[in-house]
């Protein structure tokens, strides 16, 4: 059977909480460990590296298009010990992880390109808030939302109502496309408060750089999706050392 472990040990080990431990049996994250006559936890080398699996599949926490299922579905599956299913699981996880990467490069260039041109003449547009949102194929909601945090101020006329001009919508249309790749509005809003700076500055270091105390992996998306790619091929490796270790 090899070495065994205890509960206080495992928490040892990998850093966490007794508690955790018990948690991560009960969430089926792990192979349930087999009991002494006491009805002590009794766990071995397996269940070390399920655990150490399970801390790098959670060590970064991305929601969007299914990554965080997806990562729960590879430690559960790792758990009931079939380990070919968790390893194809985990590559599709990885490229998964390589099309959203993708998509928030693209909404860079994106973003680039249509700050470029922010500085050319306008034309005549003039859209109501209900235009402004068809035009750009996103709800009223959606438009008042970015409003009301922040990413828009918008001139009304002087009957009291907002008129979305060019500038307005290329401004939109920027962060539709960051939204879109899944950019949280608190990066999106520090990198367009760094571009009204420094019309030079590095787009890809203000939409990445968080300064608040609380952050989300949103807020740090493509440090985040990196991490979260690096993470998955550490799985990887480690599965597929697994299936030849316990198979």
């Given at each position: 059977?090899?070495r065994t472990y205890s509960?206080?040990?495992?928490?040892?080990?990998?850093?966490i909480?007794?508690?955790t431990?018990?948690?991560?049996?009960?969430?089926h994250l792990?192979?349930?460990?087999e009991?002494?006559?006491?009805g002590?936890?009794?766990?071995?080398?397996l269940?070390?590296d399920?655990?150490?699996n399970?801390?790098l599949?959670?060590?970064?926490e991305?929601l969007?298009n299914?990554?965080r299922?997806l990562a729960v579905?590879?430690?559960?599956v790792?758990?009931?010990?079939?380990f070919t299913?968790a390893?194809r699981?985990?590559?599709?996880?990885?490229?998964?992880?390589?099309?959203?990467m993708?998509g928030?490069e693209?909404a860079i260039?994106?973003?680039?390109?249509?700050?470029?041109?922010?500085?050319?003449?306008d034309?005549?547009?003039?859209?109501?808030?209900n235009?402004?949102?068809?035009?750009?194929?996103?709800?009223?909601?959606?438009?008042r939302?970015?409003?009301?945090?922040?990413?828009m101020?918008?001139?009304?006329?002087q009957?009291?109502?907002?008129?979305?001009?060019?500038?307005d919508i290329?401004?939109?249309k920027?962060?539709?496309?960051?939204?879109c790749?899944?950019?949280?509005?608190?990066?999106?809003?520090?990198?367009?408060?760094a571009?009204s700076l420094d019309?030079?500055a590095d787009?890809?270091t203000?939409?990445?750089?968080p300064?608040?105390?609380?952050?989300t992996?949103?807020?740090s998306?493509?440090?985040s999706?990196s991490?979260?790619g690096?993470n998955?091929?550490l799985i990887?490796?480690r599965?597929?050392?697994?299936?030849?270790?316990?198979?």
């Open positions: 059977m090899g509960t206080s040990e495992i928490a040892g080990i990998i850093g909480h007794p508690n431990v018990r948690l991560y049996e009960e969430l792990i192979t349930p460990p009991r002494k006559d006491n002590y936890r009794v766990f071995t080398e269940q070390v399920q655990f150490i399970a801390r599949a959670f060590q970064v991305i969007q299914g990554l299922s579905d590879v430690i559960r790792a758990a009931d010990q079939d299913r390893i699981l985990v590559n599709q996880y990885m490229a998964r992880v390589e099309t959203e993708a928030a693209e260039r994106i973003t680039k390109a249509l700050l470029s041109g922010m500085d050319e003449e034309g005549d547009l003039q859209l109501t808030r235009q402004a949102a068809d035009y750009l194929g996103i709800t009223i909601d959606t438009l939302n970015w409003e009301m945090n922040g990413l101020k918008i001139k009304r006329r009957n009291g109502y907002r008129v979305y001009r060019d500038a290329k401004r939109l920027i962060i539709r496309a960051l939204r790749a899944n950019y949280s509005l608190a990066s999106i809003l520090r990198m367009l408060r571009v019309p030079d787009l890809r203000a939409i990445d750089t300064d608040d105390e609380i952050i992996a949103c807020d998306l493509l440090s999706l991490h979260a690096k998955a091929a990887h490796k599965l597929c050392c697994m299936k030849e270790k316990y198979s």
